[in-house]
């Protein structure tokens, strides 16, 4: 009994001493990964071992990183993590992503510089300065050290350039837009409102800069305590700790105010507001352990852009649905777009579509939307269908107006309790895509037809041959495989020639 305690005391003691020496090398390696300055020299490359995240610079308090994140396994992005959470706080705005492997790095020689040498440059900032620091707040910098590490000069911050997030206290100015994860939503200021915007494709636009898209949501400056005065500059939007979403002209008074559920309660961790991939905005708070929703603009699911896909039609507290009413909108969606056309609009001599009328429809955002005034629906209709850019429209018979929906692809619609709201819609069709799909799909049933029916030739052959062979003997004879030699072989033969000559 002592030598089993003495061993079971020597292996705890042991195991101690093995727990205390990775707890040594781990927290060593944390404090190696965990740099808070870059210089002039530094290089990165990605790490084949690490499956997602790899921590390149972390802020003085270790709640931010920035690092390679793993993108479709074998691609990376840079980006500030939230170390706790590994939420992505701010993204790289990469001309095109890099490759998770050799020759790829990043490095700082002044710029901070992220390429490989065979596909070039896929980022950098373009500066020339003497350190790369994060700050607490999550803000990547690169400074001009001339007066010691007290006043550093900022020549770049991340702050400049969001990407879909804003953290407390980061200003968002009217030269920067914050896009959605999956770009096809944006934020943007105006005069005295914010915007929520459909980001139309490259090349839909009327070039960099000016492609401002299609909104769907304006929140206009309430101007309680203070007025926006036309002259006096630009405004800017900033969140505040004590929850709420402020828009300003100048530092002291705010010309309005976006307040969070916890609004002036205070809350153990940090606070952001974010464009979600559906086109909502939405605000977080970090209790230790998860982010808790703590705000939302748009509060209907039926107001959001297209909360229902393209073609479909969104009823408030009942879910989707396709407008055609025959879809099954579980299947998939309602209508794809063809394969073999790419076109956005009906221009072109060969592009055909189908009709689609439907009443109790109305748009989710119609009081941003353009219209003319018109006496009927049939007059409505008609100004779509001649009009070859025009993807459908809805009508309201009580005030005539009629509004003309020429984006692509068409999407959600707003169902209503009120027939007399009406809507006509254009649906692509794909030139020969039907008769292809069908012309194979009888080819192959024929070709299938065939073959059954060979087949059962050959096995009626093959009975009537031993049937023969019992009574008589046969013509013929039979290889060890089983395979008929003679008359019914070339039979075979014959019938799989017809079914191959059917399929071609």
Sequence with gaps: MELVNSITH????????????????????????????????????PNSQISNIQRILSDPSGNYSLCFVRVENDQLSLA???????????????????????????YFNGSLVLMDSKSGVFWSTYTNGDRVWLSNNSNLQVQ????????????????????????????????????????????????????????????????????????????????????????????????????????????????????????????????????????????????GINWILDYQLIKETCELPSPCGAYGLCRSGKGCS??????????????????????????????????????????????????????????????CEANCTCWGVVYTNASGFCYLLNYYPMQSLVGVSDESKMGFFKIREAIGEDKMEVGLGVGVGVGVGLLCGALLILLIGLGYYRYEKSKRGVSGYVEEDG??????????????????????
């Excluded at 609009?345 to 955002?365: I, Q, T, W």
Aim: charged fraction near 20%; include cysteine; hydrophobic fraction near 35%.
């Design 144 to 287: 001009k050290v001339e007066n010691g590490d007290t006043s550093p000069f900022v020549l770049w911050q991340s702050f400049n350039f969001p990407s879909n997030t804003l953290v407390e206290n980061q200003n968002f100015t009217s030269a920067m837009s914050l896009v959605s994860s999956n770009g096809l939503y944006s934020m943007r200021l105006g005069l005295d409102f914010f915007g929520l915007y459909v980001n139309e494709e490259p090349g839909m636009g009327s070039g960099s800069g000016q492609n401002r898209g299609r909104m769907y949501w304006r929140h206009k400056a309430l101007e309680a305590k203070a007025d926006v005065i036309e002259g006096k500059g630009p405004i800017y939007a900033v969140l505040r700790s004590n929850g709420y979403f402020g828009m300003y002209q100048n530092e002291s008074v705010p010309v309005d105010v976006e307040s969070f559920n916890s609004f002036q309660q205070p809350v153990s961790g940090v606070r952001r507001i974010r464009v979600e991939p559906d086109g909502n905005l939405k605000g977080y708070f970090w209790d």
């Design 483 to 504: 395979i008929v030699v003679g008359p019914y072989k070339d039979l075979g033969n014959a019938s799989f020639r017809s079914i191959e000559l059917s399929e071609r």
């Design 10 to 45: 020597l292996k705890l003691t042991h195991f101690f001493i093995i727990f205390i020496f990775l707890s040594l090398n781990l927290s060593s390696a944390v404090e190696a990964e965990a740099t808070e300055a870059l210089y002039k020299g530094f290089k990165a490359t």
């Design 80 to 106: 500030i993590v939230h170390v706790q959470s590994f939420e992505s706080i701010w993204v790289a705005n990469l001309t095109r992503l890099a490759k998770w492997a050799d020759p790829t790095e990043l």
């Design 322 to 383: 396709c407008l055609d009413n025959n879809t099954d909108y579980g299947s998939g969606g309602c209508v794809h777009p063809p394969k073999n056309q790419n076109s956005r609009d009906f221009c072109g001599a060969h592009d055909m579509y189908k009709r689609l009328s439907r009443n109790g429809v109305e748009l989710p955002n119609k009081e941003l939307m353009d219209y003319k005034k018109m006496d009927t629906f049939q007059e409505c209709q008609s100004a």
